[in-house]
């Protein structure tokens, strides 16, 4: 299979449902696909692959905008507002854990000296993230989400829980920064749960 047949795969199987939507002419989701795959081509196979996983489910066809976005590296990262208020809550608190992405941690290292004052901090963070979004852009790397732990062993479970929710970490991943019991019940919620949702 060459590159270019398995990217259209992964673009068929978006557009197929919505193919079938525009009163059964599924010939509109083959013209879209080829429509994207010029206007995109040039993006890596892994970049495509993750963001045809998230369109799949997408409630409408996806903008050429929106598949940019998504193809770019800055999809599935955090705005510069939204990274400095997560950031924000564990600013010289050790007792918290984060789920954060590779470029909020390497922001967070820039601020975290000026904890002392919050105000000096959110600038040098802002600067450096939208730093690193660019270089994401223009590099195009996929997103990658980890966790940082803190003492409070029941924020560490509850943000290692909520990351897996999300699926921003495997569920392989989380189980392993959990301690046996908590990672055999999140290991059961997640076999059990697919299984409830395919009976309805």
Not at 73 to 87: D, F, Q
Request: with cysteine; hydrophobic share 45%.
């Amino acid at each position: 299979m060459t590159r270019k047949e398995y990217i259209k795969g992964w673009l068929l199987l978006v557009a197929q449902p919505w193919g079938t939507r525009y009163a059964g002419d599924t010939e509109i989701a083959t013209v879209q696909a080829e429509f994207y795959f010029t206007q995109f081509s040039g993006f890596p196979v892994q970049a495509w692959w993750q963001a045809c996983e998230r369109f799949a489910s997408a409630e409408h066809w996806p903008t050429v905008d929106e598949i940019r976005k998504a193809l770019d590296g800055t999809a599935g990262r955090p705005g510069v507002e939204e990274a400095w208020s997560l950031i924000q809550q564990v600013m010289g608190n050790e007792q918290a854990s984060i789920v954060w992405t590779d470029e909020m941690r390497e922001a967070y290292g820039v601020a975290a000296p000026l904890a002392d004052d919050l105000i000096a901090a959110r600038m040098a963070f802002k600067e450096k993230y939208t730093a690193l979004l660019a270089q994401s852009r223009t590099t195009r790397l996929p997103v990658k989400w980890c966790v940082s732990l803190g003492y409070d062993k029941n924020q560490r479970a509850e943000a290692v829980q909520e990351a897996a929710r999300r699926n921003l970490i495997s569920q392989e991943y989380a189980t392993t920064l959990l301690p046996p019991s908590e990672a055999d019940a999140l290991a059961l919620v997640a076999h059990v749960a697919p299984n409830l949702v395919s009976k309805q």
